[in-house]
């Protein structure tokens, strides 16, 4: 029976697609519900599985290419190529090792997959130019040693290590002294968007920032005396950021301004509080939000983070994840940011950067002692935001990290 593989419903305001990456050549069996193709959009991945056992007979629109909603991208022959992968599966493990053998004597060195960056599909392309990686140093499992996304991004997870040192008079020598190299990648869709999201932040918003310093030392032995059992008892760890999540939701409360938007001639403030959290991904930095931040415990937020960090890099957010949103908080300090200055995600028109935490010397009550010490920005809209507000904003955060029993006792 034939069925044409169709692009999925897109989401709201999203107007194409581009195909990324297939998974499966043209009579290749496959099972029912498995991977065929991700379709890449200015916000997700969607993946497009197979509706039945069976093989793609033929594929219309490959890699690269951009396609509408419900567009046929390619033809389904549901039962075919199932027979023949069971029947002859042992004739083929067979003629395997007749075909290794007779190989091997043909050849004194067995002939390498093809990894040139020309024969790479676009996604894989994207993904060995963002890291910076060799194609050769990455085990390929395609067929035909073709290097697939997958590949790429079980390399990258295993901490970039090859697999083996290369030959020697391997192809695979040092670039001689002197040689310039460039090399061009297409922007992801996703990257496109956060650049134009970026400059038109820049364009349309007064950005203004200010900073301040917090001492960490009460969150950090609270942490360290409850770390254990709180992930005993709620299985996720307990981080700094639930804490900041809790102490962001505080100050917005006291200045609403910072939790409120421009609507044209309008100014819309906004009763709940809906919390992106940026994550880094694969694909580029993404924004999945905590819906009604003031109702969740810090188990709840700590959890549903890592979930989202999962997600990120397994690109599964969906649209709704990371649509909305009334502020933004960004934590440059994992990657070891000492000072930032983050742009708002409009129409918002705050966000908070945090930055790496460092044991610095300070003065309190006359006396230099060491204490682990974090730089903060908040980063606003000078349209709506005024310094006051903006000052008082990031010390109330600061107070609240800085005795974090207020936050339990919501004084």
């Given at each position: ?38 379709i890449?959009t200015?916000?997700?991945v ?15 629109k ?7 909603q ?12 199932s ?19 007779a ?13 040139d ?16 990686l ?10 035909g ?6 590949d ?36 992801t869709?996703?990257?496109?968007m ?33 770390k ?28 609403p ?9 309008d ?14 991904s ?30 990120a ?7 709704e ?20 200055t ?40 000078h ?29």
């Amino acid at each position: 029976m034939a069925i044409e593989i169709k692009v999925p419903v897109l989401p709201e305001s999203v107007a194409d697609a581009t195909i990324a990456t297939w998974h499966v050549k043209p009579g290749e069996a496959v099972s029912r519900d498995q991977n065929l193709v991700d379709i890449e959009t200015d916000k997700v991945v969607l993946e497009v599985v197979a509706p039945e056992d069976g093989a793609i007979s033929e594929i219309l629109k490959e890699e690269g290419d951009t396609v509408l909603q419900e567009e046929a991208i390619a033809n389904f022959e549901a039962g075919a190529g199932s027979d023949s992968k069971d029947d002859s599966s042992e004739e083929k493990k067979e003629e395997s090792k007749s075909d290794d053998k007779a190989d091997a004597k043909a050849d004194d060195k067995p002939a390498e997959p093809s990894k040139d960056t020309d024969v790479l599909s676009p996604a894989v392309r994207r993904l060995v130019a963002e890291h910076n990686l060799n194609p050769a140093d990455i085990p390929a499992t395609g067929k035909g040693g073709r290097l697939t996304k997958e590949d790429v991004e079980k390399f990258i997870k295993d901490g970039g290590k090859k697999s083996a040192p290369a030959a020697k008079g391997s192809s695979d020598a040092p670039v001689a002294a002197g040689l310039r190299e460039e090399k061009r990648v297409p922007m992801t869709r996703l990257r496109k968007m956060i650049a134009t999201r970026l400059v038109e932040a820049q364009q349309n918003a007064a950005l203004l920032t200010t900073f301040n310093d917090i001492n960490m030392k009460e969150v950090v032995e609270l942490r360290a005396r409850y770390k254990e059992q709180f992930e005993k008892v709620h299985e996720t760890r307990l981080g700094f950021m639930s804490f900041f999540v809790k102490a962001t939701v505080e100050a917005l409360k006291r200045y609403p301004a910072v939790n409120a938007s421009i609507d044209g001639d309008d100014i819309v403030y906004h009763g709940y509080y809906d919390i992106g959290v940026a994550v880094s991904s694969p694909r580029g930095l993404v924004v999945p939000v905590l819906r009604d931040a003031d109702t969740m415990s810090l188990a709840d937020i700590e959890a549903k983070i890592r979930e989202f960090g999962q997600k990120a890099r397994d690109n599964k957010l969906t649209v709704e994840e990371m649509t909305g949103g009334t502020f933004t908080i960004s934590n440059g300090g994992v990657f070891g940011s000492l000072m930032a200055t983050p742009i708002i995600n409009p129409p918002q028109s705050g966000i908070l950067g945090m930055n790496r935490m460092e044991d610095r010397p300070v003065v309190i009550d006359g006396e230099i002692v060491i204490r682990p010490m974090m730089n903060v920005a908040l980063s606003y809209d000078h349209r709506i935001i005024d310094g006051r507000e903006s000052v008082g904003f990031l010390k109330t955060i600061k107070e609240f990290i800085e005795d974090p029993a207020r936050i339990l006792l919501d004084v």
